[in-house]
């Protein structure tokens, strides 16, 4: 395939299973032509009324694990990923989902098997999460020092009125799409590829009180007033799974200005693994964005 590469990644560890503990989502709006400087030459923004979407996914998952591999099998982690909304050409076809420039994780596992057995680059962060009924408070600082986030947040009956999104839906929507999402790694000519299936897709509006992002808050890569905070989402106990995609080579091609492919037509033109088992599972992108 032009561009892409069925890396060895993907013989070794194909798919993962687990629970997503709690996932929150933290939204910001950025310029276009600011976003696009830290993004490989493969991927564009994805817009929302003119403006690129980027964010941090903060998730905390529980009995992950190979598939196959019965309970009580697996491992509980908190992790972190700055993602950038994007769209890329692929056979001619226009994809859309998510490029995350860094992971960061609680685990050492994850940070030993990132980029070796697991795709994408996970460094090693230390993680200081207190989740109540309705109120949400994290810090993470990685042990390079060269990455740290802290939230507060409560739960909120909507999306605040500065949001770009006029409803809940319509960014539900929106960061449902990000499903496929390509990582930084070790070759600055590559990316590692997963793609996230779900048993289902809800989320709920949070309000952000405090937010702090080592990586959004960089002056030199955000000018001020170039990026907005726009919204924060919720996600709860949610079964998962992770799929590895084929890599991505960092070669610019042609964007097509055709449609969207719909899920079932990608499923069909670019797997090599068998998807019928996962029949009760949907993907994010009938559904932004880990």
């Known amino acids: 395939m032009d561009g892409v590469k069925g890396g060895q990644m993907k013989k070794l560890l194909p798919i993962v299973h687990g629970t997503i503990d709690r996932r929150i989502l933290v939204n910001f709006r950025v310029q276009p032509d600011v976003i696009s400087k830290l993004l490989p030459p493969r991927f564009r923004p994805k817009l929302v009324k ?43 076809a226009l994809r859309e989902g998510v490029f995350i420039p860094r992971r960061d994780t609680s685990s050492a596992l994850q940070a030993l098997a990132g980029g070796r057995i697991f795709p994408g680059l996970h460094h090693l962060a230390d993680f200081d999460a207190v989740a109540r009924t309705d109120d949400f408070r994290l810090k993470m600082r990685s042990r390079d020092g060269s990455a740290n986030v802290e939230i507060r947040a409560r739960r909120a009956a909507r ?36 793609e996230l299936f779900t048993t289902r897709w809800h989320v709920e509006p949070l309000e952000v009180q405090y937010i702090r992002s080592s990586f959004f808050d960089d002056i030199g890569s955000f000018p001020r007033g170039s990026i907005h905070f726009d919204c924060a989402l919720l996600m709860q106990n949610i079964e998962h799974e992770w799929h590895v995609l084929p890599s991505l080579v960092a070669a610019p091609l042609a964007l097509s200005h055709g449609r969207v492919m719909s899920r079932s037509a990608e499923l069909q033109a670019s797997r090599s693994y068998n998807v019928a088992r996962f029949a009760d599972l949907e993907t994010c992108a009938t559904p932004f964005g880990s």
């Open 50 to 92: 003119g403006w690129a979407m980027a964010g941090v996914c903060l998730i905390r998952l529980k009995h992950i694990r190979p598939n196959g591999f019965p309970l009580p099998c697996g491992i509980t982690s908190e992790n972190a990923a700055h993602r950038i909304a994007v769209e890329w050409s692929e056979n001619g």
């Open 159 to 194: 999306i605040p009125i500065t949001s770009i999104f006029t409803s809940l839906e319509e960014a539900s929507d929106f960061f449902a799409r990000g499903s496929m999402g390509y990582s930084a790694t070790r070759d600055p000519n590559c990316c590692d590829g997963l």
